[in-house]
């Protein structure tokens, strides 16, 4: 039986969010900021509880998150005990430089497989790197089997390059070529994919060959900024939306959520998370 795939979006300021149907999954997309000494009032120990409570005020059932050193990820894991994650750093595959893990709740999913994947020409080489990236960039994929369903839903998260145009648009044609030979029937992306809507990297995603479609395009009602990135200090600019969950075709997104800052002069990260809804 097809199953279809339906993205929650949590309101600002609940535990649950909208009225959830029997089944559905709320997934998040956050880039936390690595633990940078030099960023001041904003380094990782004065706001990692900020970004704890954007988390548990919003309940998401699967988080992708980005830029998290090993430290962090330790922190995410002792802070929200009802998640289990998946993960490595991707300079050495172990935990060295930043993960691209995914969190999931460990009542609803087990965890049937697991890879990461390096953007680069040689993607099962540790630390590679290609077409003129500035960073290593890897992708986590996790295969979950959906205790509440009995089904199996695919999860990639990633981190695409800030500099190489080339390297982005690169990593979107592995990515297509990834779900095209695991032909799975259900799966999610989420990313930072510093990249927007009218890109190449976009359109080889979302386009006539790409295998993913946008949630934020697909959803009947979306909330929030029309910008994911804010950069702390920075004035945030419309429209710039880099960071996006992303579904397989056949998915109807009931809506979706770009969550603001619940105080400007304290920002939990200088990326806005992202949710949205998926029923089977």
Request: charged share 25%.
């Amino acid at each position: 039986m097809k199953q279809f795939l339906i993205i929650i979006l949590v309101l600002m300021g609940s535990t649950s969010g909208m009225a959830q149907e029997e089944g559905s999954i709320a997934v998040m997309t956050y880039n936390i900021r690595y633990n940078n000494p030099t960023d001041g009032e904003h380094a990782w120990p004065d706001r990692k509880q900020l970004v704890f409570d954007v988390i548990k005020r919003h309940n998401p059932d699967l988080i992708g998150i980005q830029e998290a050193l090993h430290g962090q990820v330790k922190d995410l894991e002792s802070a929200l005990p009802e998640y289990g994650w998946i993960g490595v750093g991707r300079e050495d595959g172990k935990k060295a430089g930043e993960y691209s893990p995914v969190f999931y709740r460990k009542s609803r999913f087990t965890v049937l497989s697991d890879s990461t994947f390096w953007l680069s020409k040689s993607p099962k080489v540790p630390g590679s790197i290609s077409w003129g990236a500035c960073c290593t960039r890897i992708v986590t994929l996790v295969e979950f089997h959906d205790r509440s369903t009995g089904d199996t839903l695919y999860h990639l998260n990633t981190h695409f390059d800030q500099r190489s145009e080339l390297a982005k648009a690169k990593s979107a044609e592995i990515i297509n070529k990834t779900l095209e030979e695991l032909d799975p029937e259900n799966y999610v992306l989420t990313g930072d994919l510093n990249c927007i809507q009218s890109s190449k990297p976009y359109r080889i995603l979302t386009g006539k060959e790409g295998k993913l479609y946008d949630s934020h395009e697909l959803a009947t009602q979306s909330k929030g900024p029309d910008y994911t990135f804010t950069g702390f200090e920075g004035k945030a600019k419309a429209g710039h939306i880099i960071d996006y969950i992303m579904v397989s075709p056949g998915i109807n997104v009931l809506e979706q959520h770009i969550i603001p800052h619940a105080d400007e002069k304290n920002q939990a990260s200088d990326h806005l998370p992202v949710m949205a809804n998926i029923i089977y």
